[in-house]
């Protein structure tokens, strides 16, 4: 079977840096991605790690270590606008369909 | 222009009745996916079409049935709907399975309240 664990939630101050891990058990891996949802809204797709290592995109980057099944989003200068939540969603023989439970992350003034 | 739209946006219905949700994409993808989120924002798929044919099809009540006119084109209808049915449903299209990632473009949602 699958399994994926995500933090339930994160708390953190305007322009600080929070780390939103995930860890996963799944067969047929191919890469881990991450997405982003708003309150009242839907997903939209992050970043996609398909190696080992941190994949940069702005002020978010993402990070993936197969040996360890884990990884983890990486948002820097946190703005109010970054409350969300946040999904990982391993890859599995080219579909990802399996989403974690999802971390809320909530970003104070 | 819109990629993928559903509708209704919102859906209040009572228990028993007949219900559908429309989803349309415009991004020439193949595959099609209807996903539920319930209170607790778990997202679990609920089926999956490539190119018109089901490809997946979690463990869901038949009272459920997906209907792909063409691979534009993903329906939802419900049977016999009951107050656990209330979540707000997906719809959402990427490119064929084998893609490298994988990304999927959704929908902006359907809230059904069952009362």
């Known amino acids: 079977g699958q399994s994926l664990e995500q933090p339930s939630e994160v708390t953190a101050v305007e322009g600080a840096i929070v780390q939103i891990n995930c860890t996963y058990q799944?067969?047929?891996?191919?890469?881990l991605s991450w997405y982003q949802q708003h309150d009242g809204g839907a997903p939209t797709f992050l970043s996609y790690?398909?190696?080992?290592g941190l994949e940069e995109t702005g002020r978010f980057s993402s990070f993936l270590s197969r040996s360890d099944s884990y990884g983890y989003l990486l948002l820097q200068e946190l703005q109010m606008k970054d409350s969300a939540s946040y999904f990982c969603?391993?890859?599995?023989?080219?579909?990802?369909?399996?989403f974690g439970p999802g971390t809320r992350l909530s970003v104070l003034p | 222009d819109t990629a993928v739209s559903q509708t209704p946006k919102y859906l209040v219905t009572q228990m028993g009745n007949d219900k559908s949700i429309k989803c349309e994409q415009n991004?020439?993808?193949?595959?099609m996916y209807w996903y539920k989120q319930d209170s607790k924002k778990f997202l679990k798929i609920m089926f999956s079409?490539?190119?018109?044919?089901?490809?997946i099809n979690e463990t869901v009540p038949n009272r459920f049935s997906p209907k792909s006119p063409d691979k534009a084109h993903l329906n939802l209808h419900i049977n016999s709907l009951e107050l656990g049915d209330s979540a707000v449903y997906f719809c959402?299209?990427?490119?064929?399975?084998?893609?490298?990632?994988?990304?999927?473009?959704f929908g902006p949602g359907t809230r059904l309240t069952v009362l």
């Open positions: 959402a299209s990427s490119r064929p399975g084998l893609a490298v990632y994988n990304e999927q473009f």
């Open positions: 991004l020439g993808h193949d595959t």
């Open positions: 079409y490539n190119n018109k044919e089901l490809i």
């Open positions: 790690n398909a190696l080992d």
């Open positions: 799944t067969s047929g891996f191919y890469g």
């Open positions: 969603a391993p890859n599995n023989y080219g579909q990802n369909f399996v």
